[in-house]
């Protein structure tokens, strides 16, 4: 008797364990190719204090240039502001990683984000641009709103990326 006492109580933690966690992690990955020289894009991109390429960004300031560490704040043209920290910078490779450190969901509904910003030469001599972003949705626990809750926040992701990709197409096709 005891043991099967033992079984269903196991049973009920394993369940509820089960029940309780929480959000996984989201990524995304947008990728365009841009009728230009891997030069002229990295050009482009290259400086982590500048992001005024992209068309939600009202400004761009930050400290420490494109130097592992720099910061920037984007302010948007919707309102709000994103804070962000270079962790990687690898302009031989053609890309860096950064991360979010400070953002209110009301700007973006995402926690713990990330992401690397990659250049790669195609054979035909353009530039396939990828821009991948790892991060947990608004709400960190169970039963999130719809507007804090995975589906918003990789809306809200891959629309950020793709409206900068195209406007960056656009920008170095001209």
Do not use: C
């Amino acid at each position: 008797m005891k043991i099967i006492f033992f079984i269903l109580i196991s049973l009920i933690i394993a369940s509820a364990e089960t029940l309780a966690h929480g959000p996984t992690r989201q990524k995304v990955v947008e990728k365009i190719i841009i009728q230009a020289p891997i030069e002229k894009v990295w050009h482009a991109v290259r400086d982590f204090q500048n992001m005024s390429w992209h068309p939600a960004v009202a400004s761009s300031t930050g400290e420490g240039g494109s130097a592992v560490g720099a910061t920037r704040t984007l302010t948007l043209k919707k309102g709000g502001s994103i804070t962000e920290n270079l962790e990687k910078y690898l302009p031989s490779e053609y890309k860096y990683f950064y991360r979010i450190v400070e953002v209110s969901t009301a700007v973006l509904p995402i926690n713990n984000y990330s992401a690397w910003f990659m250049l790669k030469q195609t054979a035909e001599g353009n530039t396939e641009v990828i821009w991948k972003g790892a991060f947990y949705r608004g709400y960190m626990n169970n039963n999130p709103p719809a507007d804090l809750n995975d589906k918003a926040a990789i809306a809200a992701v891959r629309g950020l990326y793709i409206s900068g990709l195209n406007q960056l197409k656009k920008l170095l096709e001209e």
